[in-house]
């Protein structure tokens, strides 16, 4: 892999783009879940057609050059784009640490093979410990029960032998809000487990996740509730001796055809860990989320960090629907960043847990969470005291 980009970030902390980037470049997705706030129904009224592949594949060097250490393929399902495969590949010869969220539904043993070269982590959304809380959630196609954590649960084994770095991303909802997720958790144990707070954003997901959302002092129940018992459970598994992972499961249980076999760098580290410290858990509160993330739209048009499309209600209340800027394939990433970098937090996206190890090494990560840190501290002080990497999130 090539170097991070992180020395190409410019000294001037006004102007850093930011390390890390959520390219949310497909809007469609084949689940509906109630709490969604990127459901981009007004990107898909748009009458113009998204960029070709042509033009996408030259958006990743973009971000590299610019200064972007990682990029996170979002959506909508990823998956569902025409050329995800053509454009993580593009990332990872721009040198980019890669990452993808997905629901995993399109996902099987064909495409985590042509996948794993160029995709450094799957981060994927489980909601729940059983899938009769993902219906009524809405993590279904049709309604129907679609098995999303059975399936999730078949690629999982196979991920890890491929030497995918995994992780699960969580929202908390009124829904949810009583399920342990604990035992599902050190059974899988994944690398990063990211805890959201249900969001509400205007344009996105009004009226539908109303009823869904948790206060604060909820939230932060769920996550200390959590928080012990993970503590608890790693502890007893460490004095008992018992092996971290299991032995993974047959190829047959990802739907993996004959002649596929799994044995990618990753088997051999992935059976040895043992249950010394729980996975570590990430809880990210609205006021987290708000302002820290610099994010990528369907027609690269940038805004809240990363150039001139980032959504502005994502970082606060006020600002209502998300409001896009330019895209980058006409202003270019450096121009468009600095459209909106006053609204993007550098410091709060060191504080949330943003800047670790990606994959690049403990020593390197701290280098850069130390850069950053300056930077939103120089940053703030510049605005006056208010706030507008490795491979693997």
Known sequence: MAAPRGGAIAANAATQIAPVVNWHLEPRCNYKCKFCFATFEDVKSL???????????GVPAALAAAGVVKLTFVGGEPMLHPHIFELVAAAKRAGLCTSMVTNGSRLDAASLLRLRPALDQLAFSVDASDDALHVA?????????????????????????????????????????????????????????????ALPVEGQNDGAVDGLLVTDGEFGAYVARHRAALAAAAAAAAASGAPRTKPSAPPAAAGAGAGVEWAGPGAEAGRARRAS??????????????????????????GGGVGQGLWRSFYSNTDGPHAYGPSILDAGAPAAWAAVRDRWSAAGFVQRGGVYDYGQGEAAARELRARWAGAGAAAEAAAGGGAGGGCQQ
């Not at 410290?277 to 940038?302: H, K, Q």
């Open 47 to 57: 009458a113009a057609p998204l960029p070709g592949l042509d033009a996408l594949l």
């Open 137 to 197: 959630l809405g993590r279904a196609v049709g309604g129907r029960t679609p098995g999303h954590l059975a399936h999730v649960r078949s690629l999982w084994g196979p991920a890890r032998e491929l030497g995918f770095s995994l992780k699960i991303n969580t929202v908390v909802t009124k829904i949810n809000l009583a399920d342990d997720m604990s035992p599902l958790i050190m059974d899988l144990l994944p690398d990063r487990w990211k805890v959201f707070q």
């Open 277 to 302: 410290a729980p996975p570590p858990l990430v809880a990210e509160g609205n006021d987290e989320m708000r302002g820290t993330y610099a994010m990528l739209d369907a027609f690269c048009r940038r």
